[in-house]
Structure formats: structure tokens, C-alpha cells
């Protein structure tokens, strides 16, 4: 069946410095993948999509990255502010919907 | 702009008791319409999925059923809720022309007792 991992351990990180979070997936081939931001207690907020024929995408300090051999997607954070901390998703669709499979998030704390 | 309205924001239920979440997209027409659920420490599943008014694809077998009377309305129910309903269920849209991305509610969070 389709699997997706996030790491499930928080990432802790200095202000300032780069955080790296990483996607896995398996026994899929999506067209494309998605990142999102979840603060606690409130609905996921969209932040970059990357398609299959995509390497990189950038937004602001927003950077993630898609390898299809790997199946893997690395998002990362750079200049980090405690604002940014937050659970990151990871979803990978494949059609004109939103019908998207989930991993279980990675929590991000950034420390001043 | 779009916005999305879902509530109650929390809600306690007994066990046997009957559910209605109830989901409002403003500023869009025709969107695409999910509920989404999520258990603690553990990645979104996808309940429900409309394309249209009447139209519901289940996509995980469930005590739950979806309906939407309108275009921009979309009602999450149960008539007998079970322990393992409890958890945060998310309404979200996508517009229909590039409906990768989703925009979520503010989610209700249940716990039935």
C-alpha cells in the first residue's frame, strides 16, 4: 500500500539556521507533491506545490525539493524565526483534486 | 477573497449519540468540497470527497456519511457515533479548475465519550 514518512521526532533548531525536513514515500508515483503548515488545534495551511518534472521550487525563504528516483522531498526553512514553529505535511496527489494522501507531520521548534 | 466556516469548533458526544458537522465556502462557486479526519499523531485520511451538489465519493468504509445540499455547503454525520469517531475532522475546498490545492477550516475537534 501507498506509504508516506515523516520523521515522527520534533526538529529543534537555533533562530537563525536552515531547518531540513524530509518526506519519504513508497509503492507510489505522484504527479506531484505538497507542503503544509499546521499549527496546533487548526486546519493544515498550504504552502508550495512541486510537480514530478519539477527538481526545485523556491517561495521566500522556502525551498523544497522533489527526486522521483529517491522518492523523497526535502523542504527546508532557511533564516528559521521562532514563527516558524509549526507541524509541517507532507501530501502527494496525482489528479486535478485534492484528494491527497497525508504523512503524519514533522513538528518544527525554532528557539530564540 | 474565499473563506472557509466550519464549526462547532469543539464538541463532546456520547457514545450512541448522533453527529452533525456542518462546512460554508464563501467567495468561490462550484468548488470542490473534503472532510478530512486526524488522529492524534498520525497523517490526514480523506473521508469524503464532492465534486458537486449530491454528488459523494466514501472513500474509506465508516460509521460517518456526507451530504451537500447546496453548492457550497458540506454536512459530516453519523446517526450513532462510535468511540473511534473521535478525532479532528477537517472541511476543506479546492477550486475546480486547479484542484490540487486544498484550503482547510479551523477543523472540530470531537471526542465522543
Known amino acids: 500500500s501507498q506509504k508516506i514518512e515523516q520523521n515522527s521526532e520534533a526538529l529543534n533548531i537555533q533562530e537563525g539556521k536552515t531547518a531540513t525536513l524530509t518526506c519519504n514515500y513508497t509503492?507510489?508515483?505522484?504527479?506531484?507533491l505538497q507542503w503544509y503548515r499546521q499549527d496546533p488545534g487548526r486546519g493544515p495551511v498550504f504552502l508550495l506545490l512541486?510537480?514530478?518534472?519539477?527538481k526545485e521550487k523556491r517561495k521566500e525563504r522556502l525551498k523544497v525539493t522533489f527526486d522521483t528516483t529517491l522518492k523523497q522531498s526535502l523542504f527546508h526553512i532557511t533564516a528559521s524565526q521562532p514563527a516558524d514553529s509549526a507541524t509541517y505535511l507532507c501530501?502527494?496527489?496525482?489528479?486535478?483534486?485534492?484528494?491527497?494522501?497525508f504523512g503524519q507531520g514533522t513538528t518544527l521548534q525554532v528557539k530564540p | 477573497s474565499q473563506t472557509i466556516h466550519q464549526w462547532p469548533a469543539t464538541l463532546v458526544q456520547p457514545v450512541g449519540s448522533p453527529l452533525s458537522l456542518e462546512c460554508t465556502v464563501e467567495?468561490?462557486?462550484?468548488?470542490?468540497l473534503y472532510w478530512y479526519r486526524q488522529a492524534a499523531g498520525r497523517g490526514l485520511q480523506l473521508l469524503f470527497y464532492?465534486?458537486?451538489?449530491?454528488?459523494i465519493s466514501s472513500e474509506v468504509p465508516q460509521n460517518l456519511s456526507a451530504s451537500r445540499p447546496q453548492d457550497r455547503q458540506f454536512i459530516l454525520s453519523s446517526k450513532k457515533l462510535l468511540l473511534s469517531d473521535s478525532g479532528f475532522y477537517l472541511c476543506a475546498w479546492s477550486p475546480r479548475s486547479s484542484g490540487e490545492k486544498l484550503f482547510f477550516g479551523s477543523g472540530t475537534q470531537l471526542s465522543v465519550l
Open positions: 509503492n507510489y508515483s505522484p504527479a506531484y
Open positions: 512541486i510537480r514530478e518534472n519539477e
Open positions: 467567495g468561490t462557486s462550484n468548488p470542490n
Open positions: 501530501a502527494l496527489g496525482s489528479g486535478n483534486t485534492g484528494k491527497l494522501i
Open positions: 464532492s465534486v458537486g451538489i449530491g454528488q
